[in-house]
């Protein structure tokens, strides 16, 4: 018999925080969420999540000895495995000691910080559309572009544990929009939700509307409306040519591609398809399958346990 | 007291057979080729690598009991693990059962087949340029662009032992030539050896000369050749943006180039630097270092050879 207990997993990220108890068989017990502060230092929004960590222990009606352990995902950069993290949304947090304190909330039981796309797609390897295979990239398409590796069926860390990092994969190195990062031609430059806003709104989308969002480029794209239409193609052939040069490099089996922009359906995923199999020719790359993630909003959390019910697949630090 | 006994390693190309006895440490302590037999058929073909193998097992005195097992890098495709090879270069070879046949030549020893640009990384990253790092792209670019890709320590397979196989990353969906794969703008289309010498024709070098080769446009463009080193820096630009693109997508260390072209030296790898540098400006990115190959010739058989002595590393097959 395995241990049966639930692990305690937490998902941090600019929008929201998130925690709940998950179970070995990777079901979501009980969680809950609150809107991530704004404009609080770093001890008001570890009290935040402290609290809500609380609420679900408390809502859940076990003891904190009753959990196997904690796992948590949170946006980057980080010094992993260390866990000090300087979330990009979450301005408050520089070298904050994440693990650390979470393991004095928590003495003596295993915790465990990752990477927030990481845990996404370990959550979509172990329990989601990339169940069952060995080589899957999980992407997150949002206000940034992210993903994770698993290759030869183990979590890939890589050097500094930034592997998976499709973002800046090199889709237009000529004509490309500047990339935040410096470089030109990035997948992000193109893909990122607020890029496609920029973009359609110099085709004379909604001009004067400084918050017009993906979603609603997405929405009108849906309608029938040219610009978001195009939009959707622009970002859907970019996602295709990076995941082309990432199949050929990696010999994927399986892309699972989640994140709000995810949600524009066959708009995003056609032409990302179209533009996948003009550029992936060789015999090995044809096999690759694209898929919409599977978990939804509780990918995150599955992702975050996963790193302590199969750590030999998903954790490979102290 | 590990096994000192050698391994006996084999490299099979389109230009040359190539076997040899090496020691644990990674030394190869003596060795034979002779050129790939063009117009023979499967058997003959196999009797000219039996013959080689033959002699240099003679010319060491070692008796076939003293060997630890065979190793053996093959040009691709091929199924593996079961290493039925089908070498794009040697016609002669459809499908052609080299692990069992060589499994008969030395019954009850380990018998390891792989690609030989995997076994090319395996060498550079046990003995060679990537030692003591772990993540490493190995690259070989000569009359194709190929590689293979450790991360995490450990050699990559892929789902059909094709990782690494950076020659079909995108560098230039829009204006870049059509792949012999079919796609457009691959990394090979670009930078292997024939497309730079019909580059270069087109551009008005030795354009009556159906047999120039690669080679003479580097030499060209090391005395100053125009067109040789305008040729050079398109082939470094490609491998450049490959390079940052695959940077990005596994948290590479080191990157090591071998193969005919790298010999170009600074007229190759200047423009790739700088190609590299202007496109992977993360933080993580900025750690990665582009080396020339260590080990030359040697590479293919010392890695064929870490097949055997450190098969954690670089064995994944049955």
Chains 1, 2 share one sequence.
Not at 30 to 56: K, M, S, Y
Not at 61 to 85: H, I
Not at 202 to 219: I, K, M
Not at 267 to 273: G, I, K, M, Q, V
Request: proline share 6%; aromatic share 4%; charged share 20%.
């Amino acid at each position: 018999m395995g241990d049966s207990r639930p692990v305690l997993a937490v998902d941090i990220g600019g929008t929201k925080l998130a925690a709940g108890l998950v179970e070995p068989a990777g079901r979501v017990l009980t969680w809950a969420q609150t809107p991530t502060p704004r404009e609080l230092d770093a001890e008001q929004l570890w009290r935040t999540l402290a609290a809500l960590i609380d609420r679900v222990i408390d809502a859940a009606d076990v003891g904190r000895a009753d959990l196997q352990g904690v796992g948590c995902g949170c946006g980057g950069p980080m010094e992993w495995p260390a866990g000090l993290v300087s979330p990009l949304n979450i301005p408050g947090w520089r070298g904050f000691p994440l693990r650390s304190r979470l393991a004095e909330l928590f003495p003596g039981m295993p915790v465990r910080v990752h990477n927030d796309a990481i845990c996404l797609v370990a959550g979509e390897h172990w329990r989601g559309a990339g169940r069952g295979r060995d080589n899957v990239l999980g992407m997150v398409v949002s206000t940034g572009v992210g993903g994770g590796l698993i290759l030869d069926g183990r979590l890939i860390e890589g050097a500094s544990g930034n592997a998976g990092h499709i973002g800046h994969v090199v889709v237009d190195p000529d004509t490309g929009p500047r990339c935040a990062c410096g470089g030109v031609g990035c997948l992000e430059a193109i893909a990122r939700g607020p890029a496609l806003v920029t973009w359609a709104q110099q085709q004379g989308w909604r001009p004067d509307q400084p918050d017009a969002t993906a979603r609603e480029l997405a929405d009108d794209g849906a309608l029938g409306h040219p610009i978001g239409l195009a939009a959707m193609r622009r970002a859907g052939r970019a996602l295709g040519i990076a995941v082309a040069s990432a199949t050929s490099l990696c010999d994927l089996e399986v892309v699972s591609v989640g994140g709000g922009l995810s949600q524009a359906g066959p708009l995003l995923f056609d032409p990302l398809e179209e533009a996948l199999r003009a550029h992936a020719r060789l015999e090995f790359e044809r096999q690759v399958t694209v898929v919409p993630a599977a978990l939804g909003q509780s990918a995150g959390l599955v992702g975050a346990a996963a790193m302590l019910f199969a750590a030999d697949r998903y954790w490979a630090g102290d």
